[in-house]
Structures are given as structure tokens and as C-alpha cells.
């Protein structure tokens, strides 16, 4: 705690001395902060001349004060402007120009006094402004003190003396034309200054629960959100395939073992594959209701907050009017901005107008911001068959310590395993400066997939590839079931990553809850066999393979058989018998570098970034070595990018503490769930080369393959790649971006073409 009186001074006491016109005075502070909490406000607007911190001398406020003297005295008046009125706890800050002596609270002025102590404007009368004189004898504006005692501040900013509540105004009146606005006061040249509002910038302090806040001045919400617009009526069900169902294949590691051999471990690759769209334009798809939760801290401030703007204005403008949107804006509290509205003509205009409103200011409260969020889906009257939250933040969070602290507060709903109560959250880590391990450790939770927006410029691609598949959900509650087919063949592991898997009756069944998937998307998963010797030379049936799944097309429960596997048992095996399929070995190679990943960021936390490159480059030439990257198959090739690309970026604990991380999770996440996440910076991302796409078509392993001048494949496991130039003369360095659908595509490549034309 602090003494009675305790200064620091910046450059000796000749600055900023006790007459110094250009010196301000700060009250208010709560008694609980330290001077380096205090500090860390007040600098925030520019370096300092001079510093002073003093008690509240007994008066039983339980507040602290501080004097300083900017060294750009220009900052003095859009300190006093901008900084005046703002939350603290219970507490509210006073900012003013002093001419008191440092040590003492500032005394009470006559009724003659000069200028108004909020505005430090001019009291003169016969200006048409209203002027008020408090009990304690102090003058005020009249629409300044009512601003400042209208949210319960009852006590006077210059002596502290407390007001009867009856003998204070409380209501602002009308703004007066003779008065000078905030913006008109003369700015200094820093970007961030260009804001009447603090631009705080992310404190870790040792107190979150009284966070800094601007003064509320919307109208209270709604304590429930079923206020959201009804849905459209169709007369007609959805269509939201193409009439097709589900299609499952499956590969064996080889087609046959030897009849006197056994294997512990013999891997069939199971491979689910979800109808296209009725057509490429989306008509008749299924509706979504989507939640974007944005952070307007001060840490958005300028380009950050312009380029958010354009970003949803983007999803504004793609979503069809069954659609629902709702925006949720958050800093060190959350405000709905926009209720859950149908995105016809009308709702397109409400929500744009909703995304201009935003302005930026304050600290960074991510889980209160996620509450709202989810509560806006879980209140609403009416559900759409489709629901995501999309979260972007570039700060850390103020009020949470860890991420196991915020996961703690996050509602059940987006925490729960139930496929039919899935809420997944899309997060979107946006610069250098975000909390990675938070925001992989919500998506991961919630479902979702991690996104890394290195560049300004990736943002609303970003959030194109994401909406891109959002806005083609075909199948819901997908459950992929495997049962043994032959006495003896037992179920040792299906690797599912983050979706959830269970084996049961002895190892005799297996099954993966998959959850939603997107038009043409694909999901592999390796099942490990136990298979016995065999005492017969015929061919030996080890697994039957069944998937069911909701047809969003029409609503029913669908279910679909796959080819039971079987594999040959001859005597001896010839060579053409024992070779590797590369469906298997690829997928084998992209588990490699899902554990990989993992392991090496495990290291990187831990500090051994030498221990994590030896791992990767060892793991790099496990995949090169394997039998489909020896095949020239691309994908291999590209899995073995991908970690080369995470090694560069652990080169140094300040390199992987700036993208290392947060590159790393964005791919364990992609991985984990086998489905597209923005990583990294336009030149590395998957996000860059959309637009050299030409088609897609099916493979005759099931995947999706580039058409293009590489002919290598895409969208599985790593991004489309050109063995030559980028465009601009770059070349692609890194596997990014994963498991790209059709769909996707088309919606980042419409991205970048409203990019390219300024629209």
C-alpha cells in the first residue's frame, strides 16, 4: 500500500513544477492499484515530463491521485478530455489541469472561478451555456456534470465532497452548438491518438475484477435475447445437397498377409466423403444462425478496426435472407449490437449500420464477450439448423489469468461433446499480440477450428474460408461405426484426433462421432486391427463399416454401408500383394505431423525450441522417407512443408513467441478436426494461392485434386501449392490452410475479388 505521499519524478523536480499551466491533475484512482498500474494508464496517451503520485490524505475515499506534465503539451487537453468520466471498479477517474501544489488535493475555487473543471473550458457567461453551481460552491457545465453524475458519481471532481443526490442534475441535456467538441481540440500526429477514447493497451494487472471502462451510454439490455426474427416460412423442405448421400470407402494397407503371419497393428483407412451442394451458387442450402464476436479494445484502434468492418461487412453481403446474424462487441465489457436478425434487404442495412457503430476503447474481456454470444443462440425462440460463433481478438485477456481460467466461465453449451447441442466457436487470432494458447484452447473445446491471422490483410479471407463452409452443411451428427468381421480381428486404435471415439465389446467395435460436414468435405480415419494367423488360404473379412448420419436435405436419419474389408491370406504374399497403398500411407504421413506439431510445441512451452527442431527435422525425413512421398505423391511432400515451416519459426524463443505459437496451433487445430484454418501471412497461407485454383475434381482416391499447372493435389492436409512463382513473384513456402473444400474456395476467391476491385 502506499505512504501518505509518495512522487516520482520524470526529469527532477524543475519539471512539471506547481505552476506549470500544462500540468493535470488525476482523482480517483481506487486504492488497490500501484503506481505502475497508474503509469501504465496515463502513458499510454504519450511519454511524460514529469510524475507525481499522492494518498487520498484520510479523506475516506479510499481513492489515490497522481499530477504529471506530458512532455507534448498537446496531450494536455485530450488527456482531460479523453481520460475524464471513465469507469474504474465503483470508482470514476477525474482528469483536469491543476495549479495546485503537489501533495495536496486541490481546494475549492470560488464562485468566480475561470473555467469548468471537467472541460477546462470556459465558464463566462452569455455563451448559451448552461452553468451549474454544486453545493460545495464549485462550477460546472451543465451537460459536463450531467454526464458525469448520471451513472451515480456523486461526488464533486475537484474537493471530493459528497452531493445530496436530490440537488445534482440527472439528465443531459441537448449538446449546445457553441461548445467545442472533443475532435475539433488541435492532435497530435500519433495514429492512435486520432480517438476521443483511451486506447488502453492490455495491462496484466493484479486486480481484473475492476477493470477500466468507458461510461455506459447505451440503454440497458434485454436480460433474455428472444428477441431474435422469426424465420422465414418455406413451402418447400431445404435442399440443401444435391440429392446424394454420404459415400464411405475404405483401403487396406496391403491386400493380403500371409497365412502363418500375424499383425498387431494392421491399419484400414476409413474415408467419408459429403455430398456437393444442389449447385455452386448455394441455392437452397441450409440456413445458419451465426454469432460474430468481436474485439473493439484499444488495441483495435485505426486500420485493425477498418479492416474488421470490411471483413463482416464481407459476410453481411453473403448471407441469404434465411440466414440470421447477430454482432456482439466486446472490450473490458460486451454489448450486443446487433440482435439475431434475418440478413433480407432490411437486416443487410440494420447490420452494417450495427458494424459502423463500433468504435474501439478499453481492455479485453473474452469470456464475458463469449457468454453473450452463446446466450444470444441459447435464448433464441426460434434455431436455425445450423449455428457457429466466430470470435476474433488481437489482445490478451485482461480478467482471465489462464486459459483453463476462461474455459471455466465458458457456458456449457459450447462446451459440450453432444453432437446435437453443438455450438462450435471459430477463433480468430489476429496479429502478434493475442493470447494463442486461449484462443486454440476455445475453438478446441467448443469444436471449432483456431485461425492465425498473421496480416492485416488476411482477415476477411479468413473469415470467407470459415463462412465458406459454414454456409455448406450438408450432413449433421455423423457417427462412422466399425465392427470386427472375422473371429480373432479385434480393434486396437482409431487415431481420431479431437473428434471423439470409443471402442467397446472387446475391441470387436468402434465408433467416431464426426458431427457436421460440408458439402464435399472428406474425413479419413486409420483403424488399427489386431489380425490372427489363418488356417485357411481364402480371403479373410476384417472389418464392416457403417455411417449414419441427418440429411439436412431431408431432415431424416440416413444410413449408409461401406464395402466390408477383406484381405487375401495365400501361403506366400507376392510383391504386387504386399505393396503399401498410398491412400493409407499418406494419411499415416499426416498423423505423423498432427503428433509432431503437438510435441514440438509441448517442447517450445517448455523452452527446449533445440529439442523441438531435432524432433521436427527427424520427423521431416520420417515423411520424405515413406513410401507415398518416394511415389511422388504431393500431398507427402507437402506435410513434410508444413513442418519445415513450423521449425523456421521456432528458430528463436522471440520468433516462435510472435508466430511460432500461434502458427503451430493453427495447424494442430486444422489437424485435429481435419478442416481448413487461415495460418500465418498472405504469402504463406492457403488464403494467397485460392484464387489460381481452376476446378476441382475427385480423385480416384477419394480426394479432392487441383486442376491447375502443378496438377499436385489440394485440400488435404495442406494448401494448394505451385512448384513455381506465386503470384508476385513469391514462391509458396508452407503447408497452410488445410483440407480446403470446394466451397471454400469459392468463397475466398470471391474474397479476394472484392478485394482486388475495392468493393
Known amino acids: 500500500m502506499f505512504s501518505s505521499m509518495a512522487s516520482a519524478s520524470v526529469q527532477g523536480s524543475v519539471a512539471g513544477g506547481l505552476g506549470d499551466p500544462d500540468r493535470i491533475f488525476f482523482g480517483g484512482f481506487p486504492y488497490y492499484f500501484k503506481e505502475e498500474q497508474i503509469r501504465e494508464l496515463v502513458e499510454s496517451l504519450g511519454p511524460l515530463r514529469s510524475f507525481e503520485l499522492v494518498t487520498d490524505g484520510g479523506r475516506g475515499n479510499n481513492s489515490i491521485s497522481a499530477y504529471c506534465v506530458y512532455q507534448d503539451v498537446s496531450v494536455t487537453d ?84 459528497k452531493w445530496d443526490k436530490n440537488n445534482v442534475p440527472l439528465q443531459v441535456p441537448p449538446p449546445q452548438q457553441t461548445r467545442i467538441p472533443f475532435r475539433q481540440f488541435p492532435m497530435p500526429q500519433q495514429p492512435h491518438w486520432n480517438y476521443p477514447h483511451l486506447p488502453y493497451q492490455q495491462p496484466h494487472w493484479n486486480h481484473p475484477q475492476y477493470p477500466f471502462e468507458q461510461q455506459p451510454q447505451d440503454p440497458p439490455e434485454p436480460l433474455t435475447f428472444s428477441d431474435d426474427e422469426p424465420l422465414q416460412s418455406l413451402t418447400s423442405p431445404v435442399q440443401s445437397s444435391s440429392h446424394q448421400n454420404v459415400t464411405v470407402k475404405t483401403y487396406a494397407e496391403c491386400s493380403a498377409i500371409s497365412a502363418v503371419e500375424s499383425s498387431s497393428k494392421f491399419p484400414v483407412l476409413v474415408s467419408i466423403r459429403a455430398p456437393p451442394l444442389k449447385d455452386s451458387e ?29 471483413a463482416v461487412k464481407f459476410v453481411i453481403e ?8 447477430s454482432i456482439v462487441s466486446f472490450s473490458s465489457n460486451s454489448k450486443r449490437v446487433l440482435p439475431l436478425q434475418r440478413m433480407t434487404a ?6 452494417i449500420l450495427a458494424v459502423e457503430s463500433l468504435r474501439a476503447g478499453g481492455g479485453t474481456n473474452i469470456a464475458e464477450a463469449l457468454k453473450k454470444g452463446t446466450k444470444v443462440l441459447e435464448d433464441r425462440r426460434e434455431r436455425n439448423p445450423v449455428a457457429s460463433i466466430i470470435l ?43 493470447d494463442a494458447s486461449i484462443m486454440h484452447a476455445i475453438s478446441d473445446a467448443s469444436g471449432g477450428i483456431f485461425s492465425f491471422i498473421e496480416s492485416v490483410g488476411m482477415i476477411q479471407d479468413g473469415f470467407a474460408l470459415c463462412i465458406g463452409g459454414l454456409l455448406s452443411v450438408v450432413a449433421q451428427e455423423l457417427r462412422l461405426t466399425v465392427r470386427s468381421a472375422s473371429a480373432g480381428v479385434k480393434i486396437v486404435s482409431i487415431p481420431s484426433g479431437r473428434h471423439v471415439s470409443q471402442i467397446s465389446d472387446e475391441g470387436q467395435q468402434g465408433v467416431v462421432d464426426i458431427g457436421n460436414m460440408y458439402a464435399e468435405e472428406e474425413k479419413q480415419f486409420l483403424v488399427y486391427l ?3 494367423p489363418s488356417a485357411s488360404h481364402v480371403k479373410m473379412p476384417l472389418l464392416d463399416v457403417t455411417c449414419v448420419y441427418k440429411d439436412l436435405a431431408s431432415n431424416e436419419l ?15 504374399c507376392s510383391p504386387a500383394e504386399k505393396a503399401v497403398s498410398l491412400e493409407v500411407d499418406r494419411q499415416r504421413n499426416r498423423i505423423v505431423v498432427a503428433e509432431t506439431m503437438a510435441e514440438a510445441q509441448r517442447l517450445a512451452e517448455m523452452g527446449n525450441l533445440e529439442g523441438a527442431r531435432a524432433l521436427l527435422a527427424e520427423r521431416r525425413a520420417t515423411v520424405l522417407a515413406s513410401a507415398a512421398a518416394q511415389a511422388g505423391d504431393g500431398l507427402s511432400n507437402l506435410f513434410e512443408t508444413e513442418l519445415r515451416e513450423v521449425m523456421e519459426r521456432m528458430a528463436s524463443m522471440d520468433l516462435y513467441a510472435n508466430s511460432g505459437r500461434a502458427y503451430a496451433l493453427a495447424g494442430m487445430s486444422s489437424h485435429s478436426r481435419q478442416r481448413a484454418s487461415a495460418r500465418g501471412d498472405t504469402k504463406t497461407s492457403c488464403l494467397f494461392g485460392a484464387s489460381n485454383r481452376v476446378n476441382f475434381s475427385s480423385g480416384g482416391n477419394g480426394l479432392m485434386q487441383q486442376s491447375g499447372a502443378s496438377g499436385a493435389p489440394a485440400g488435404f492436409g ?38 482486388q476491385s475495392g468493393q
Open 346 to 351: 432490411d437486416g443487410r442495412e440494420s447490420a
Open 282 to 310: 448455394g441455392h437452397g442450402r441450409t440456413p445458419i444462425d451465426l454469432v460474430t464476436v468481436l474485439d473493439v479494445s484499444g488495441s483495435m484502434t485505426g486500420s485493425k478496426l477498418d479492416l474488421v468492418k470490411r
Open 558 to 572: 440416413m444410413q449408409v454401408q461401406g464395402e466390408r474389408v477383406e484381405i487375401l491370406r495365400p501361403e506366400v
Open 78 to 161: 485530450i488527456a482531460c478530455h479523453g481520460l475524464n468520466g471513465i469507469r474504474i471498479g465503483a470508482q470514476t477517474l477525474i482528469a483536469r489541469r491543476a495549479n495546485h501544489g503537489a501533495g495536496q488535493q486541490p481546494e475549492p475555487h470560488s464562485s468566480s472561478q475561470e473555467n469548468c473543471s471537467i472541460c477546462w473550458c470556459s465558464l463566462t457567461t452569455g455563451q448559451g451555456q448552461a452553468i451549474f453551481t454544486a453545493e460545495c460552491s464549485h462550477r460546472f457545465h451543465y451537460p459536463c456534470i450531467a454526464n458525469n453524475v448520471q451513472h451515480g458519481n456523486l461526488y464533486c471532481p475537484v474537493c471530493r465532497a
Open 530 to 532: 489386431l489380425v490372427p
Open 392 to 434: 476474433l481478438s488481437d489482445g490478451q485477456d485482461n480478467y482471465c489469468r489462464s486459459g483453463s481460467q476462461i474455459l471455466n466461465q465458458l457456458p456449457a453449451s459450447i462446451r459440450s461433446s453432444d453432437m446435437q447441442q453443438e455450438i462450435p466457436v471459430h477463433a480468430f487470432g489476429f496479429g502478434q499480440d493475442h
Open 718 to 755: 495442406g494448401a494448394s501449392f505451385s512448384s513455381g512463382a506465386a503470384p508476385g513473384g513469391s514462391q509458396w513456402s508452407s503447408a497452410v490452410g488445410a483440407f480446403e473444400t470446394p466451397a471454400m474456395v469459392r468463397m475466398v476467391e470471391k474474397s479476394q475479388k472484392s478485394n
Open 318 to 325: 453473403n448471407l441469404g435472407s434465411s440466414d440470421r446474424l
